[in-house]
């Protein structure tokens, strides 16, 4: 909806962009310090005052009479976002039963794949009908329908792992950690050096359609759901294969981004790969992080979130300057630079420290 909300300000597309960066970066920021605060407090009171700064922020978005406003209203929501990463993978390892912890990984991975998926056809359709405002509002109203089920439903889940400030320089002592942490944001940044710029890079670059734009997208999040239910079979098992495999499988997708873009065909192809790799490395690595850190799995987590958003903030201020300043065609091989830094950094990283999520659980 970036053009969209250009043009009712009266603004460039890329300088709405940058409103992307500002969010991921204050998640990136406030992830840590915002678990950190709120690490004693009962989990299912947080998640209600979560969803109620989540609601009142989509409120505010609706009604955002300047540019200024929808930004202060994004990082309203990007403080949300930050703590409920930070808690909900560790909530449903916790209320997982025996044996079941990848699943329930799996299934919240399966769920951030169908937002991925429904999400931003959804709220384009939405936005191209109504306005972007009534997105932002229907949000609003979802996220209120959810709560009114959190409230219902979960029961009273008393703060336990959380860790401490004490569990930060901790964590940070684990080599095999850290080096899953720097993975992470050379990963991340290589995909969003990309797909931020997708939906122009497909109307401008391979001069294909707006709902062409908004089908990939659907593609590119319906194959995260593959990626994750290969990911509930084989994850336990073969995490570090997989993990290695797919960052492989991303970079050869972002360097055949411009010559794919000569079809249809070949770009929906190469967006059903794409989308499976992502969400196998994003899970992959989020297994063996808990692993690695079980004894700390909110700090960790919460870690995880921003260091991921730290990328995402990254890649698509990359994908933002390569638009402006070269050609918006080279987003592709552009990011398959740090893609191929993390292919080898992976293969050297679980060469080093072999470890999965079930062994570390039975230890």
């Known amino acids: 909806m970036l053009s969209d909300i250009a043009d009712s300000f009266g603004m460039q597309t890329p300088q709405v962009g940058i409103m992307l960066t ?111 405002r009534t997105t932002f509002l229907g949000i609003g109203a979802i996220a209120a329908l959810t709560l009114f089920y959190v409230i219902k439903l979960l029961p009273k889940l008393p703060s336990e792992h959380s860790g401490s400030l004490k569990s930060v320089p901790e964590l940070f002592k684990r080599p095999a950690l850290v080096s899953l942490y720097a993975l992470v944001a050379v990963v991340v940044t290589a995909h969003y050096t990309a797909y931020s710029y997708i939906e122009p890079f497909v109307q401008n670059v391979a001069g294909l359609s707006a709902n062409m734009a908004t089908f990939l997208l659907l593609v590119l999040g319906g194959a995260g759901i593959i990626g994750s239910v290969m990911f509930g079979k084989l994850g336990n098992r073969h995490s570090s294969t997989l993990v290695s495999s797919s960052i492989g ?100 990283i679980f060469r080093r420290w072999p470890v999965s999520l079930e062994e570390q659980h039975n230890h």
């Not at 991921?24 to 992830?31: F, I, P, R, Y």
């Not at 079809?263 to 297994?287: D, E, H, P, R």
């Not at 990254?314 to 990011?335: D, R």
């Open 249 to 348: 499988l991303l970079v050869l997708c972002l360097a055949l981004l411009l010559p794919a873009a000569q079809s249809t065909v070949n770009l929906t192809i190469l967006c059903l790969f794409w989308g499976i790799a992502v969400m196998v490395i994003t899970l992959g690595v989020q297994v063996k992080v808990l692993a690695l850190a079980s004894d700390a799995t909110d700090v960790s987590m919460a870690l995880f979130s921003g260091i991921f958003n730290i990328g995402i903030g990254a890649g698509a201020l990359v994908g933002n300057q390569v638009s402006l300043h070269f050609e918006m065609s080279s987003i592709g091989m552009v990011g398959a630079v740090p893609a191929l830094i993390a292919l080898i950094g992976s293969v050297l």
């Open 22 to 132: 500002i969010y991921a970066w204050v998640v990136a920021l406030m992830s840590l310090p915002f678990m950190l605060l709120t690490n004693k407090v009962e989990r299912k009171r947080l998640l209600i005052c979560i969803f109620a700064l989540f609601i009142a922020s989509h409120v505010v978005s609706f009604a955002a009479w300047n540019f200024t406003v929808l930004v202060i209203s994004r990082i309203g929501i990007a403080f949300a976002h930050a703590i409920f990463w930070s808690i909900t993978v560790s909530l449903a390892i916790r209320m997982a039963p025996a044996g079941k912890k990848a699943q329930a990984m799996s299934l919240i991975a399966t769920g951030t794949a169908l937002a991925m998926v429904l999400g931003l056809p959804l709220g384009r359709m939405v936005g191209q009908y109504f306005g972007w």
